[in-house]
């Protein structure tokens, strides 16, 4: 553990340096009188003192009072290193890298250089000085050798904290030498340079451009990477808590995919820092790449907990990844309706509710705490998720390609601090700078091309000319996306067919059935298992996302069977109103999953008027009792993708309700079967009845785009609430293409009708 002094000589890196160094003070009021008498002591007992105030204030936020505090002090005891260090530690604070801040910058360097000449011996002196020179300019080449000195210094003095501090000052150094040549391309032909205009405009461009214009470098930058490893490596020995020390190594572990180190080196940062939510959402990311759903749920849930409010939001903001319209509502929320919003949002968007974990949600905090690591730039002041790279990123996840291009001279302007608007970096000025790094992003799978520009050196890049529009045209288009989530990677679909009944009995709820082609010999395909588990569910909820019916099953299904039975039947008692549903398979084995899901409809069954349940398309449907009743007393093998081959005969269910009988208890009605030509071939088809619950042949009608089946049935209705029906039809004419079938009963004692429509397919099946 580092001393008492050490801890307080290192503050975090995001928390306020002045905070913490506020710690030394003892509380005072305002600046008493400085008295010309007393001896050298005594003036240097009271300018200790107002060093003390100072630091007071300015852990308060008061910079100016602070400031004048010092300035008392240093005439005080023109030679009390700590004044002049203060001084200059708060002057360098407050100026950024801009032309404005050029006085300023050299005020506080002349304030440092004044601690160290009176005292060269202190490694927090020269640790301060070579983190100004960062900001200005080309000065900040003299960095280094400022580091070096303090690092010599903090070993001389045994102070770990300030050791760890400025390791991790070095291991900046080298791995931004790095990142500004690793992924570095080389031009060849006849291409001159990477033009961003020109990947704006043509959407080929990047790709062309990428494979045939230029090739890598092969371990470009690779000594310096090493470098900024053994750096970071001792500031984390010399102190394991150590925020940018281990945020360091945990990103080159992470790029490197290093995955076994990067946890281990979280898992470290944790039992040194456990109260440092940056180290739960570090140790979050790691678990979610290993495939630990569940602990990695755990850490991120501890990392937000941990959080300020503040920052807290600001992680969690949903608003980078809504289209504009929709993040610009979401920003006017309040914070207990963000919080409904957010449980909304990723509750409709977890992939697998089957699951435990929301692959999702863990997938955008991955991509939060990765962004963290990466982008952020304390001397900016920007976390990671504020920077254009870091919004594409949690956008679009990691880039498959990435290309760097070197630098030019060039007028880049003057790189200034985040302006108000969106906490952009902007560069304003005419200033010339040694040139800027060319990095381009390129998704091949849905041509998404990003391009930065960034200064060398910096741990920063802004979007290229005009990417800026092209990546808010992106995010229209395509908010987010997660294709790298690995359970999206094995996703197979689910066909669907959903039909609806009047509910038993005086049941006001009406029956929904759900009928699903599970693909389960493609998701236990190439398994050696003879058998293994499979999991599958419905899930119903309302439009807010809370849960209206709910349903899991577990099964053991034969892995090697020839004749996989697919089909799975799922039934939901649901009050009339608009619902979402999803249908899903998990085989756990082989980690492949399926679902579908859409919107669904529910319409109140009436008990006096006319009515027709929805229609089942099924392969076969066939009484199991003399007299059914109802779908109970039936074999239905339905057809959940309603499609058909040419030449399969098309099987109707159906129910109607409320029929009004004659004096002998006698129903009667007329039923017609529309088959309509939604799109195929323009050619003539015909169909044919073949057979139905009363055995009635009906009228064949041939026509160019329909045919027209009629039939009348009549039927004593008895005790029971409903007439169940069911054809077959033969469509062996039909061309492949879509169709509208439309079911038309009409009541011929109160000539009452009511109508139902199914679209199925017809294509010819595929051939190996």
Not at 276 to 303: C, H, I, K, Q, V
Not at 470 to 478: F, G, H, P, T
Not at 485 to 502: G, H, M, T
Request: glycine share 8%; charged share 25%; hydrophobic share 40%.
């Amino acid at each position: 553990m580092p001393s008492r002094s050490c801890a307080r000589s290192s503050p975090s890196r995001w928390g306020t340096a002045l905070l913490m160094s506020a710690a030394l003070a003892l509380g005072s009021g305002a600046i008493a009188p400085i008295l010309a008498q007393g001896t050298a002591g005594d003036k240097v007992a009271r300018a200790n003192a107002l060093v003390r105030d100072a630091m007071m204030y300015a852990g308060r936020g008061d910079t100016s009072a602070a400031l004048e505090h010092l300035k008392q002090a240093i005439r005080l005891a023109p030679t009390l290193a700590e004044a002049h260090y203060r001084r200059g530690m708060l002057l360098a604070r407050q100026a950024g890298t801009n032309l404005a801040d050029m006085f300023k910058r050299r005020a506080a360097s002349a304030a440092l250089e004044r601690a160290i000449r009176i005292d060269r011996g202190n490694p927090r002196y020269f640790l301060e000085l070579g983190r100004l020179r960062l900001k200005q300019g080309f000065m900040r080449l003299d960095a280094k050798r400022f580091f070096n000195r303090a690092l010599r210094a903090a070993r001389e003095r045994g102070d770990p904290a300030v050791i760890a501090e400025v390791a991790g000052e070095l291991g900046d150094i080298y791995h931004r030498r790095y990142q500004a040549i690793g992924h570095r391309r080389l031009v060849t032909g006849s291409a001159f340079r990477f033009d961003p205009n020109e990947a704006l405009g043509n959407p080929n461009y990047a790709r062309d451009f990428l494979s045939e214009r230029s090739s890598e470098i092969p371990d470009a930058g690779e000594l310096d990477l090493r470098q900024a490893e053994e750096h970071y490596r001792a500031g984390v020995a010399a102190w394991p808590a150590h925020d940018a020390s281990t945020t360091g190594l945990l990103g080159i572990l992470y790029d490197q995919q290093r995955f076994e180190e990067y946890h281990e080196g979280a898992r470290r940062f944790l039992r040194a820092a456990p109260r440092n939510p940056r180290a739960y959402l570090f140790y979050g990311l790691g678990l979610w790449r290993m495939g630990r759903g569940r602990e990695a749920t755990r850490a991120f849930d501890r990392a937000l907990a941990l959080m300020p409010p503040a920052e807290r939001a600001r992680l969690t903001n949903l608003s980078l990844i809504l289209r504009r319209t929709r993040a610009e509502r979401y920003e006017r929320l309040t914070s207990a309706e963000r919080a409904e919003f957010h449980r909304i949002y990723w509750s409709a968007n977890d992939p697998l509710k089957l699951t435990v974990e929301n692959e999702h949600l863990l997938e955008h905090l991955a991509r939060v705490a990765y962004t963290d690591i990466r982008f952020s730039s304390p001397e900016l002041h920007l976390r990671g998720w504020e920077t254009d790279r870091g919004v594409i990123y949690i956008r679009y996840g990691p880039p498959p390609i990435i290309a760097t291009f070197p630098p030019g001279t060039s007028q880049i302007g003057q790189m200034v601090g985040p302006m108000a608007e969106g906490g952009r970096i902007m560069l304003t000025g005419d200033v010339m700078l040694t040139g800027r790094i060319t990095t381009v992003w390129y998704y091949p799978e849905r041509n998404l091309r990003f391009v930065f520009y960034g200064p060398p050196g910096y741990n920063f890049a802004r979007f290229a000319g005009e990417f800026q529009a092209y990546a808010e045209d992106a995010r229209y288009a395509l908010p987010v996306k997660y294709d790298n989530v690995p359970v999206n990677e094995a996703l197979d679909s689910i066909a669907i067919q959903v039909a609806a009944f009047k509910g038993v009995g005086d049941s006001a709820t009406t029956e929904v059935v759900i009928f699903a082609d599970v693909p389960l010999r493609r998701m236990v395909e190439g398994v050696d298992l003879a058998e293994g588990p499979l999991e599958s569910g419905l899930f119903v909820t309302d439009l807010l996302e809370r849960t209206v019916a709910e349903e899991r099953r577990n099964e053991t299904v034969r892995f090697q069977s020839e004749r996989q039975f697919e089909q799975r039947t799922f039934v939901a008692h649901l009050e009339p109103g608009e619902y979402r549903y999803r249908v899903e398979a998990r085989q756990p084995t082989t980690r492949r999953a399926a679902r579908g899901a859409s919107r669904l409809a529910v319409e109140a069954f009436d008990r006096a008027t006319l009515m027709l349940s929805d229609i089942v398309l099924a392969d076969r449907v066939a009484p199991r009792e003399e007299e059914p009743v109802g779908r109970a007393g039936f074999f239905i093998d339905p057809n959940p993708a309603m499609h058909y081959a040419p030449g399969e005969e098309v099987h109707l269910y159906w129910e109607i309700y409320n029929l009004v009988p004659d004096t002998a208890g006698t129903v009667r009605y007329e039923a017609e079967i529309v088959i309509r030509v939604q799109s195929l071939e323009r050619r003539g088809f015909a169909a044919r009845l073949v057979g139905g619950l009363l055995d009635v042949v009906g009228a064949s009608a041939k026509g160019d785009d329909q045919v027209s089946l009629r039939y009348e049935v009549s039927d004593v209705a008895g005790a029971r609430d409903r007439l169940p029906a069911w054809v077959a039809i033969d469509l062996a004419d039909a061309p492949n293409g879509t169709y509208v079938l439309e079911l038309i009963i009409t009541d011929q004692h109160t000539g009452l009708t009511v109508v139902r429509r199914r679209s199925f397919t017809v294509t010819e099946p595929d051939t190996p």
